[in-house]
């Protein structure tokens, strides 16, 4: 579980985030291009950003696509080819799914500015993820080679604190 509280209108932008990052040597990446995508199965309050770290892209505007919040377990298909950079910042960098370092899960002052106003929780979400595949959701890939790393392969609760935003990436 991923809980965190943003600070809207600040001097600096204003997120937090956590990473799956796939196991591999400090020279290798994983390599997802025989995947047509991957199933993440999430509930969350609010809308969030999924992102795939990407080692040719240096300015973190990685490809990524926002999900919906789900009041309950849901599983939910990304699909590769409807990946997209945010648009308004950074350098543009074409996908190579060759290069993938990991996956980012976020969420952004962009997003909670883009909520209602009426939302009086928009600056909170807290995000739970239940589990992580690569391919559709109907059919999980299981790929030995791509491990959570011990000792965070169980059950991981994050609280964010707001004195802490500025050191989360």
């Not at 291009?33 to 240096?58: E, H, M, N, W």
């Not at 490809?63 to 009041?71: F, K, T």
């Not at 910042?89 to 009426?118: C, F, M, P």
Request: proline share 2%; with cysteine; glycine share 6%.
């Amino acid at each position: 579980m991923f809980s965190t509280q943003l600070v809207l209108n600040s001097s600096t932008y204003s997120s937090a985030g956590f990473s799956i990052v796939w196991k591999r040597s400090n020279t290798e990446y994983a390599d997802l291009s025989s995947y047509s995508g991957l199933c993440l199965t999430y509930k969350a309050d609010r809308p969030f950003r999924v992102d795939f770290k990407q080692s040719s892209i240096t300015d973190y505007n990685f490809h990524g696509v926002v999900l919906p919040a789900q009041d309950t377990f849901v599983a939910k298909f990304i699909d590769f080819a409807n990946l997209e950079q945010e648009g308004g910042w950074g350098e543009k960098v074409a996908l190579d799914l060759t290069r993938q370092q990991g996956v980012q899960i976020n969420y952004k002052e962009g997003i909670a500015t883009s909520l209602e106003e009426s939302d009086a929780n928009r600056l909170k979400n807290v995000i739970t993820v239940s589990a992580v595949s690569l391919g559709d959701c109907d059919e999980p890939v299981v790929e030995d080679s791509l491990v959570v790393l011990a000792p965070y392969n169980k059950a991981q609760q994050v609280t964010i604190k707001i004195e802490d935003r500025k050191s989360v990436v």
